[in-house]
């Protein structure tokens, strides 16, 4: 067991799928085509490109002319938040995100904050729901659009989007969601949430690193923000990665098929982790909403331990898991999730990742189960912070 790597790194990325390889390797081989020419290779490759469009608007519950392929959530995310902002100026310069945003979108805020645009960032209660009176009372007649994730990826608490789009669609605001870790593990449909843009990336639902895409729903006044040629209805410059969009639609489609029991193994492998982590160890607190969230994801802090040291000492069990999110890892500031949240700033050091995915076997829980409490006491014998 010990030269066998457990994943538990899900929700950074997956694993492709072989299924999704065997469909992307005829698009790396024979059909390299460009989607934009007219001849034989480039029809070839147009088909691919647009079976997999009409595969994916069918799993958001559209029509494939409202899907734009991207780059991946980050480029999804910018393009929704900046395309929106610089087309609606006109109206208002005021967006409203929440404190607990993946990078893409804080970051992106941030950038706008220096063009001129007023940021509201919403509180969130100590599970990290986003707080609908506050969100309620953020809104102002230069208000332009809304931006709340659907799922959290660093503690899987799930917010509650269909009640945010009813707020905000009642005053005429835009809304986005950044739905990459929702999708293919909950239901995510455009109608049933209520969105008006929704980000997607391929590699957090086991298809290829390096494509994603946004829903617009029609009549969004958006602008571009990769300008050049005519591709993706003049919305999104650049020739299509058709291999990765044909894998990113094989990966949504392998994730339908298993919609029914997938999710359920997975929190079921995710209860038996948390369960046995909690009983045969003290001080080990839950971050996240206890049921309102992904079914993989475990965010536990143990207490009087970092949550670096205990990585690495995963890490040499063969054990991958994180600290918050891989996007600042290494950074050493505490989660911004966490501090959100306002949990302890020492339990938000200790603070340690499991994210749980397709090829996860109940007998790696089982290893994880009694080789973690070890570890645990090991590093709190050791720690400056015992008492
Ligand atoms: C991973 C992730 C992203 C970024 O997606 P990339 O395809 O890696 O750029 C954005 N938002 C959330 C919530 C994520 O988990």
Do not use: W
């Amino acid at each position: 067991m010990n030269n066998k790597v457990i994943y538990l790194d899900n929700n950074s990325t997956t694993p492709l799928h072989p299924e999704v390889l065997e469909t992307m390797l005829p698009y790396l081989k024979e059909r390299y085509g460009n989607a934009s020419s007219i001849h034989f290779k480039g029809r070839e490759a147009k088909k691919g490109l647009e079976e997999s469009r009409a595969i994916l608007g069918d799993a958001l519950g559209t029509e494939s002319v409202d899907i734009i392929f991207t780059s991946g959530g980050t480029e999804s995310d910018n393009f929704a938040i900046k395309g929106v902002a610089f087309a609606n100026k006109d109206k208002g310069n005021h967006i409203i995100t929440s404190s607990v945003e993946h990078l893409a979108v804080g970051a992106t805020c941030k950038y706008l904050e220096s063009h001129g645009f007023k940021i509201t960032y919403l509180p969130v209660d100590k599970y990290g729901a986003v707080d609908l009176k506050a969100l309620k009372e953020a809104i102002t007649p230069k208000t332009i659009l809304v931006s709340i994730m659907h799922a959290n990826n660093e503690v899987g608490t799930i917010e509650p989007i269909k009640e945010i789009s009813g707020i905000v669609k009642a005053k005429g605001i835009y809304f986005h969601t950044d739905a990459v870790q929702s999708f293919g593990k909950i239901p995510v449909d455009v109608e049933d949430l209520g969105v008006d843009l929704l980000s997607l990336s391929a590699h957090k639902i086991n298809g290829p690193k390096g494509v994603g895409l946004l829903y617009i729903r029609k009549g969004v006044k958006i602008d571009p923000v990769n300008h050049g040629g005519h591709h993706e209805r003049s919305l999104r410059a650049g020739t299509e990665n058709v291999p990765g969009i044909v894998g990113f639609a094989k990966a949504a489609q392998i994730a339908k098929r298993h919609m029914k029991e997938e999710p359920e193994r997975l929190r079921k492998l995710r209860n038996m982790l948390q369960k046995g982590l909690t009983d045969r160890l003290d001080g080990v607190h839950l971050n996240g909403h206890p049921t309102e969230r992904l079914p993989g994801t475990l965010n536990l802090s143990f207490q009087g331990v970092e949550g670096e040291s205990l990585l690495i000492n995963f890490d040499l069990k063969g054990i991958c898991g994180s600290t918050g999110s891989a996007c600042t890892a290494g950074s050493n500031e505490p989660s911004h999730v966490l501090v959100a949240m306002k949990a302890d700033p020492q339990l938000a050091q200790g603070s340690v990742r499991f994210s749980l995915g397709t090829f996860n076997t109940e007998e790696e829980i089982t290893y994880c189960m009694e080789e973690i409490p070890k570890i645990v006491k090991r590093l709190r014998d050791i720690s400056p912070f015992k008492k």
